[in-house]
């Protein structure tokens, strides 16, 4: 596709279920983040891989949060055992080679309501 | 540390007026890139422009136009003559060499253009 979709656009999942987010970055973008976005602030970093690997995760919250990009392209965002805290936009985004710190372009985002 | 500060939390005005959103920034790293991202009630991030720390140049697109001053480490965006498709949260971001991919963004500003 044109740009980075992701999938679903919305979620509500009762607390302490698993969730998996999923994102389809843009064609030969070789760099993939996720960002958490809580109401009303900027988005947060969770996580970056550069083609299949994860570089950096630092930004994950907890030992809930999982991410996998096994072939490169396609990327998931996993969240086990759902709190309410975990309820925000998960926002995915994409670049040519974030080495080269091309603009990232963003997805349209997750939003996931825990209850 | 890298912060990025939007002291305005919301500007209202009316159609035709221009708007200046503040965006100040910190960092220790003398190599840094700086965006402007506008988020429409679709949720998705829209790239605005990207500046980097050598490049001081105040740029204009269209109604849009952007001040850099490395002296007051802000990175201010003008709309000019501001049209109701321009309501949107904007936000600014940092990225440093030292953090690839990681950007650390400002809580945004809420423009509200009235009829």
């Known amino acids: 596709g044109a740009g980075v979709s992701q999938s679903p656009r919305y979620k509500v999942a009762k607390r302490g279920q698993d969730v998996a987010l999923r994102c389809d970055p843009i064609s030969g973008h070789v760099s993939l983040f996720w960002y958490q976005q809580a109401l009303g602030q900027g988005p947060e970093f969770l996580t970056y891989f550069q083609n299949e690997a994860q570089l950096d995760k630092s930004g994950l919250p907890s030992d809930r949060f999982f991410a996998e990009r096994p072939e490169g392209s396609v990327s998931t965002l996993k969240i086990q055992r759902t709190q309410q805290e975990d309820s925000a936009v998960y926002l995915c985004?994409?670049?040519?080679?974030?080495?080269?710190?091309?603009?990232?372009?963003f997805g349209q985002g997750t939003r996931l309501t825990v209850v | 540390a890298q912060k990025v500060t939007q002291a305005q939390t919301e500007i209202s005005v009316v159609e035709k007026e221009d708007v200046t959103l503040d965006c100040v920034y910190e960092t220790r790293d003398t190599t840094y890139y700086l965006f402007w991202y506008k988020q429409p009630p679709s949720g998705e991030l829209v790239f605005l422009i990207r500046r980097n720390s050598f490049d001081e140049q105040n740029e204009i697109s269209g109604r849009y136009s952007w001040n850099f001053q490395k002296s007051t480490s802000s990175f201010n965006f003008t709309i000019t003559a501001s049209q109701v498709v321009d309501s949107a949260v904007y936000f600014c971001?940092?990225?440093?060499?030292?953090?690839?991919?990681?950007?650390?963004f400002g809580a945004g500003t809420q423009v509200v253009v009235t009829p």
């Open positions: 971001a940092l990225l440093t060499t030292d953090s690839w991919g990681k950007f650390q």
């Open positions: 985004a994409s670049s040519l080679d974030a080495a080269l710190n091309t603009e990232a372009f």
